[in-house]
């Protein structure tokens, strides 16, 4: 036996959970799995007992030879993997636990965010705080202080780089997720029960109890203010929930404790469609 070329990563077998999930694909002697939906990669897969046994230098090498079969089992917890005279069960592991982060001593979570990247998390405390950590780093967390009522939304930009937060207090904040300090804010006439990010993160969508969608508009330059950009107006009580539709975010779903799911355009404030769910809308 002797080490593969680094070069050499051809793909001789691929195979998809019966629920269209997850892919895998042999790389040469490396297993590579894909989350379809998002097209991310998951991980590759690592034979402890070929690091054990000096045969692998580095984790991600899952045989010694090619892999030239794949298999997920119908339920797709197990993949079996063959190459040359040898078969190997990969068993999909459940309630993997990454981070155990600290809220402290203030009570109960409020609500939580994660960016689109999953480097950072949010969580809104019962003492109108938010804990932000970096996945990276969650022992380095920052607390964003500044809203005098109970938060009620967080959502994180597209990018990643903004944290937007919707209060009891009628105000809407931008935080800068790297600094972790205000960038900007705004204040509407009813307390903010959904916030969204619209227009590819240049705009903010923002629901409550008025039964008004507003959507807000970021400052141009550096210390100004949310200026309100429209509103969007037909649900008949709260607005309890809001979500953009992907990838520009021009559209936007909101749900409402009518019972009731409206679609929108936002240019334009029309609404494409309403669909009634039959009881109360907590969330989209």
């Not at 691929?14 to 999930?21: I, K, L, W, Y």
């Not at 998951?42 to 046994?53: E, M, N």
Request: contains cysteine.
């Amino acid at each position: 036996w002797i080490s593969l070329p680094e070069g050499l990563n051809p793909i001789y077998a691929v195979a998809m959970t019966a629920d269209g999930q997850f892919a895998a694909c042999g790389r040469a002697n490396q297993i590579f799995i894909y989350h379809l939906p998002s097209g991310q990669l998951v991980t590759r897969l690592t034979d402890p007992q070929l690091l054990k046994q000096g045969l692998a230098t580095q984790p991600g090498v899952a045989h010694r030879d090619m892999v030239h079969s794949l298999a997920f089992s119908p339920d797709g917890n197990l993949l079996a993997s063959g190459d040359y005279r040898q078969v190997k069960l990969w068993r999909r592991p459940r309630d993997m636990q990454k981070l155990n982060l600290a809220l402290g001593t203030t009570g109960s979570v409020q609500t939580v965010a994660v960016s689109a990247d999953g480097q950072w998390i949010a969580a809104a405390r019962a003492d109108k705080k938010i804990k932000l950590w970096s996945v990276t780093n969650p022992k380095e967390a920052k607390l964003l202080a500044g809203h005098e009522k109970t938060l009620t939304c967080l959502q994180f930009s597209p990018d990643g780089t903004k944290l937007v937060s919707g209060a009891a207090d009628q105000s809407i904040r931008v935080w800068d997720v790297q600094e972790g300090e205000l960038s900007t804010q705004g204040t509407g006439p009813s307390e903010v029960n959904a916030v969204a990010w619209i227009a590819d993160g240049r705009q903010i969508a923002s629901g409550g109890a008025d039964q008004v969608i507003r959507i807000w508009k970021l400052p141009e330059t550096p210390g100004g203010e949310l200026s309100q950009a429209g509103e969007l107006k037909g649900h008949e009580a709260a607005i309890t929930a809001l979500a953009a539709v992907p990838p520009k975010g021009g559209e936007i779903i909101s749900g409402s404790s009518d019972g009731s799911l409206r679609h929108w355009k936002i240019e334009g404030g029309k609404m494409l469609k309403e669909m009634k769910h039959g009881g109360a809308v907590t969330a989209v």
